[in-house]
């Protein structure tokens, strides 16, 4: 599945570059010039984008510590529930039930609303990043003459050479 979503990206790139090279070539406009970035070392080396990223995996084990310590408790308490049962009336084993059975499904709620918490506040940190990031690229990109720029994940083959790799030019002028 992996290899046909590669594969299809890499064709279509394929595409749009002939069909921008007979474009160019009609009107004999300077020759195509193609770039890459890598996205994980911009990742790792992006003040902004590590201090965003480690306040989003704080959020998240911090939900996540709070949902654990939630699901324990509720655990210990229908053990406990368990451990009693028979000795409880009837009626009242049967409310208790029913009450164990409410928080588990408030439980599962919170979890849901945790998740959808933990992708806003991804989006909140890290969209405005990724927009940066964006015109940081066109600007390199603009500055440079280059005609595309790939993310390198998704060249099937790359140059060595430095001068396609704009990876350190982007970083410039990010970590401003």
């Not at 408790?73 to 009837?90: D, G, H, I, T, V």
């Amino acid at each position: 599945m992996k290899f046909r979503r590669i594969f299809r990206c890499s064709s279509a790139v394929l595409i749009c570059l002939f069909v921008l090279g007979v474009q160019m070539g009609e009107a004999q406009q300077a020759p195509i010039k193609i770039g890459y970035i890598d996205l994980e070392k911009i990742n790792d080396s992006w003040n902004k984008y590590r201090q965003a990223a480690d306040q989003v995996k704080e959020f998240i084990s911090s939900k996540r510590k709070e949902l654990i310590d939630q699901k324990n408790e509720l655990m210990s308490e229908y053990e406990s529930f368990r451990l009693k049962q028979e000795l409880l009336p009837a009626e009242d084993a049967k409310v208790r039930q029913q009450e164990l059975s409410l928080e588990a499904k408030n439980l599962r709620d919170k979890e849901t609303e945790d998740a959808r918490s933990v992708e806003e506040k991804r989006k909140e940190l890290l969209n405005p990043l990724m927009q940066e990031l964006e015109s940081a690229v066109e600007q390199v990109a603009k500055d440079g003459n280059f005609t595309f720029v790939f993310e390198r994940r998704m060249l099937f083959y790359f140059s060595k050479d430095p001068n396609l790799d704009i990876t350190a030019r982007v970083l410039v002028l990010l970590n401003r």
